[in-house]
C-alpha cells in the first residue's frame, strides 16, 4: 500500500490550502480510516484529523477545529484536508495514514500507533 500526500506549499497567514493523499497498491481504500497528521519543525508529531472508511465520521485536533475540513472520495482513492484561515502554528509537514485496525471495529483514531500505512509528507509553509 502507498500513499502520496501532495498539495504542500508556501501561503499567507489567513490563506488557504488543500492538501491530497492518494492511496495506491494492494488495499480497499474504502476499508481504511484516514488521517492526517502533522510534525512541526523541532517537534513530534500530532494529530490533525481523521475520517472514517465510510465517510461519515470525522474527528479534528482542538488547534485546526473550525479551521480544517477532512473529506474523501473512495471512488478515487483519494483523502483531502481543506486548510483555512491558516496561522504560522500550522508550519509543518503534513502526512496522511491509512488505518484498518479501527475502521474494523467503527470508531476513528487519534494515535499515531494505530496507523498502518504513512506517506512521505508534504510541507505546508504559512508566513505571517
Known amino acids: 500500500v502507498q500513499l502520496q500526500a501532495f498539495g504542500g506549499g508556501l501561503v499567507q497567514a489567513g490563506g488557504s490550502l488543500r492538501l491530497s493523499c492518494t492511496v495506491s497498491?494492494?488495499?480497499?481504500?474504502?476499508?481504511?480510516?484516514m488521517g492526517w497528521f502533522r510534525q512541526p519543525p523541532g517537534k513530534e508529531r500530532e494529530f490533525v484529523a481523521a475520517i472514517s472508511w465510510s465517510g461519515k465520521s470525522e474527528d479534528y485536533a482542538d488547534s485546526v477545529k473550525g479551521r480544517f475540513i477532512i473529506s474523501r472520495n473512495n471512488a478515487k482513492n483519494t483523502v483531502y484536508v481543506q486548510m483555512n484561515s491558516l496561522k504560522p502554528e500550522d508550519t509543518a509537514i503534513y502526512y496522511c495514514?491509512?488505518?484498518?485496525?479501527?475502521?474494523?471495529?467503527?470508531?476513528?483514531?487519534?494515535?499515531?500507533?494505530?496507523?498502518?500505512?504513512w506517506g512521505q509528507g508534504t510541507l505546508v509553509t504559512v508566513s505571517s
Open positions: 497498491g494492494r488495499a480497499f481504500f474504502s476499508s481504511y480510516n
Open positions: 495514514a491509512a488505518d484498518r485496525r479501527t475502521a474494523i471495529i467503527h470508531t476513528i483514531s487519534f494515535r499515531t500507533v494505530d496507523y498502518d500505512y
